[in-house]
């Protein structure tokens, strides 16, 4: 008895194996959705402009990847169809370049242009540049004066560029929480207000 108990249970076993290796692939897809309708309902970009935001800097990048060569590390950064560009390029043409090849994309309402020209940014300081926003972020969340998602914080060589649809007393609270944050060297608003 104890060896057709023993045999049933490898049995169930053995098909729940096979049966969550081809469900699997599903798990990212629902995951990754769910988080993304979370992030939309705590934001004040209505759902067709947050796609249409992921869109534009899916279009940018493409654009820097061919365009720019390796030398050039340039992020895009979309929010409300407003477009933030930072990184670092070798020469001031490909600064201009850059900006030119967002102006190609459609449905971009602006760009801030923050490039710097000289050499990339090491993997050390762009570790360092993920530290900070993660510090801001956690910031936002535990001192709690504004929904966090209201404000997306992007960091570059310690400047951090804070983007978004904010009230005057967001945006300050905003700063405020970045500018005490330690390692950050300047506070840059890309801010849109509310009446």
Do not use: W
Not at 29 to 41: E, N
């Amino acid at each position: 008895m104890k060896s057709s108990m023993t045999k049933q249970t490898a049995l169930k076993l053995i098909l729940s194996a096979a049966l969550i290796s081809q469900i699997t692939a599903c798990v990212p897809v629902v995951v990754g959705g769910a988080a993304a309708t979370g992030a939309m309902a705590a934001d004040r970009r209505t759902s067709g402009i947050y796609v249409e935001d992921e869109n534009i800097e899916l279009k940018a990048v493409k654009k820097m990847e061919t365009n720019l060569g390796e030398d050039a590390h340039v992020n895009v950064t979309s929010y409300n169809r407003n477009v933030l560009l930072t990184g670092e390029v070798p020469v001031a043409e490909s600064k201009s370049k850059a900006e030119n090849l967002v102006k190609e994309i459609t449905n971009t309402r602006s760009i801030t242009n923050e490039i710097t020209v000289g050499p990339k940014s090491t993997i050390g300081s762009r570790s360092n540049d993920s530290y900070i926003t993660s510090k801001i972020k956690t910031k936002f969340v535990t001192e709690n004066k504004f929904p966090a998602n209201y404000v997306k914080v992007v960091t570059e060589n310690g400047v951090v560029y804070l983007l978004g649809i904010v009230t005057n007393k967001e945006a300050d609270d905003a700063v405020e929480i970045a500018r005490n944050t330690d390692g950050v060297t300047k506070v840059v608003k890309v801010f849109e207000y509310m009446p």
